[in-house]
C-alpha cells in the first residue's frame, strides 16, 4: 500500500484550472519530484496538499488517513511536514532554542508536564538530535539569522523533522544555492529518506535526478508524464515541454 495518495486533486482560480485532476503516490521510504516549467502548478498542488489551500476537489490519504478535510496543523499532526521555501526560521533567535521551539511545539501530550526536568532535558536531547541529523551541531549557539542561506535551510529542514514525520513536503531546498550548498542539501535529502518520505519539488535538475526514485512531470495543471528517471528523461513530452532548455540533458 502506497504511504500517500493524492487523488483527483483540482484547484481552479477564477476561470484557471491550476490542478487539473492530479493524482500521485508516494511509497514508503521514496523521493518523489515533481517537476515542470514555471506555473505549471507545482506549488498550487504542495498548497493543497500542505492544507495551506483548500482544494475544490479530490482526496488526500497518507498512512490509510484521509487528511483532505483537514486543517494544515492536524495534517502536520498525522505526519506531513513541509519545509517553505521562505525559510520559517526564527532569525534572531539562536540554532538551540529554535531547535527547542520546534521540538516543543510538536511534543504533544507531554506539554503539560513540560516544565518537569525530566521532560525539559528530554526535549533538549531532541533538539541535540535533530542538529546532528542536519549537521549542526557545531552551530547551536549561533543567532539563527546571521547564519549563511545553506545552512539556514538546514536548520529549516530540522524544524520540519521535529514533528517526525512520515513524509516530507520540500518546496526548491536548493532554491539561492551555490553548487557546493547544494551538494550539501543533496546528501542530507539522501539520509533524510532513511526517516521519511519525500515529496520534493526542484528546479534544480541535477539534484532531482540524483535523488528522485520517481518523477512527475506537471503541466498547465495536469500530469504529464510519471515514472522513474530513464523514462522520465526518454519521454517525447516531456522533452517537448524542457525544448530549448539544458535541464534534461
Ligand atoms: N492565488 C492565486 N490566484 C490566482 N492564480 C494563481 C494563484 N496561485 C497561482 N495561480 C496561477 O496558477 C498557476 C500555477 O501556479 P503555481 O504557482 O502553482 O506554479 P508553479 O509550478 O509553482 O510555478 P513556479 O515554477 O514559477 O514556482 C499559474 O498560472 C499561476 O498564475
Ligand atoms: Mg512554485
Do not use: W
Request: glycine share 8%; net charge negative.
Amino acid at each position: 500500500m502506497s504511504l500517500f495518495v493524492a487523488q483527483d486533486l483540482v484547484k481552479r482560480f477564477g476561470g484557471l484550472v491550476a490542478t487539473d485532476r492530479v493524482s500521485l503516490s508516494v511509497e514508503p521510504g521514496e523521493v518523489h519530484a515533481l517537476i515542470g516549467p514555471n506555473g505549471a502548478g507545482k506549488s498550487t498542488l504542495v498548497n493543497l496538499i500542505s492544507g495551506l489551500l483548500p482544494a475544490d476537489g479530490g482526496s488526500i490519504v497518507l498512512d490509510g488517513v484521509e487528511l483532505t478535510a483537514m486543517s494544515a496543523h492536524d495534517r502536520v499532526r498525522h505526519g506531513l511536514s513541509r519545509c517553505f521555501q521562505i525559510t520559517s526560521v526564527f532569525r534572531g533567535d539562536s540554532v538551540r532554542d529554535n531547535l527547542l521551539l520546534a521540538v516543543q511545539a510538536h511534543s504533544g501530550s507531554s506539554f503539560r508536564c513540560f516544565r518537569r526536568r525530566s521532560t525539559e532535558a528530554g526535549l533538549r536531547e531532541r533538539a541535540l538530535e535533530l542538529a546532528h541529523k542536519v549537521g549542526l551541531e557545531d552551530m547551536l549557539d549561533r543567532v539563527a539569522g546571521t547564519l549563511p542561506h545553506g545552512v539556514q535551510r538546514k536548520l529549516d529542514v530540522a524544524l520540519a523533522l521535529a514533528a517526525r514525520p512520515k513524509l516530507l513536503l520540500l518546496d526548491e531546498p536548493m532554491a539561492g544555492m551555490g553548487p557546493e550548498d547544494s551538494q550539501q542539501m543533496v546528501e542530507l535529502i539522501a539520509r533524510l529518506r532513511a526517516e521519511a518520505a519525500i515529496l520534493l519539488i526542484e528546479h534544480d535538475m541535477d539534484a532531482v535526478f540524483q535523488l528522485a526514485d520517481r518523477i512527475s512531470v506537471l503541466d498547465y495543471g495536469k500530469v504529464l508524464a510519471s515514472g522513474d528517471t530513464a523514462y522520465i528523461r526518454e519521454h517525447p513530452e516531456v522533452q517537448a515541454v524542457y525544448l530549448g532548455t539544458e535541464e534534461l540533458r
